[in-house]
């Protein structure tokens, strides 16, 4: 069996938001670039092709109308076409669509193979991000919560009773809050610099169901707050929640080098100082944690970072810590 599974696809590319967008195919390129010179397919990793989201996996989280509104905009629109605005930071194209179900898609085929055992975590290497889409609308660059929705698809499984989501992007996981906040079987960690672009997440909003952990940080943290927060308040909640199936949204913008993406929407810079080696700290914790209550289970899907060159190397060190995981255990068995 192997380690980890990266889940990608073409059709990623086809959302093309128009020149200057932050968020461009240039992202996926440069990632899957480096993760197929770095691993390839291997008795360690396995690379699959993300299917395409059914309609009930994104009616998880998502209202009917969001989901026909959204195929509706695309399918009026032809390659070549100017992006279409569907919020002030988020645009639209032909493909588009097809690419968010190939982002939900791959969430749940992650935590499907994850659960049924071929493979001990995932990799969803996919765009457009989710953390920002809400139940009804696109929001921050998103369309579909696709964290959300594999937390969701996973409690649909025998014996998964409890979730837990951390997302440690440098921004508030907004969209995933108001996707999970009236389900108690998920626990929701989001770490994010304060007074930043959404504006929201405060530490004294806990959510309807009280299963949000909202923690802001300052602009220019050290690396050492986040191993305090992780050792001091993530880590043991977690092992007091006891998941079966942990979700990390990684966004990699919270590296010291992403550039000041917002600032094309006239927003303050997130800045924060993590670099490859904290990143790769935070999953280790979390794979730790879940080899402790949940057999291992870990899909990461992908979120931000809009330096290339930065995430194209964090997503690099981020599959080589989730392959590593059992390297040891698999060595000592063959």
Known sequence: MAITEIITHQDCYGHNPGEGHPESPARLKAIV???????????????????LASKEQILYC???SHFENLKTVTSHLSLGDDP??????????????????????????????????????????????????LKNATMGFCLFGNAAIAAFHALT?????????????????????DLVENNPDILLFSTHQDDLWPYQGQSTDVGVCGNIRNIPVPIHSDPQLYRDIFEQKILPEINSFKPDFIIISAGFDAHRDDPPADQL???????QMLTEADFNWMTSALLRVADVHANGRVVSVLEGGYNVDVLSSCCSEHVNTLSSAYAVEMKSAS
């Open 33 to 51: 670039s480096v993760l197929e010179k770095n691993f390839p397919e291997s008795g360690t990793v396995i690379w699959k092709e993300a299917p």
């Open 62 to 64: 998502h209202t009917e």
């Open 84 to 133: 279409v605005s569907t919020d002030v930071d988020t645009r639209v194209s032909q493909g588009s669509f097809n690419a968010a179900l190939r982002g939900a898609g791959a969430a749940c085929m992650a935590v499907d193979d994850v659960y049924h055992g071929r493979v001990k975590n995932a990799f969803c290497v996919v765009r457009p991000p989710g953390h920002h889409a």
């Open 157 to 177: 499984k025998d014996g998964i009773d409890r979730v837990v989501i951390v997302d440690f992007d440098v921004h508030h996981g907004n969209g995933t809050q």
């Open 265 to 271: 929407f006239n927003d303050p810079a997130g800045r």
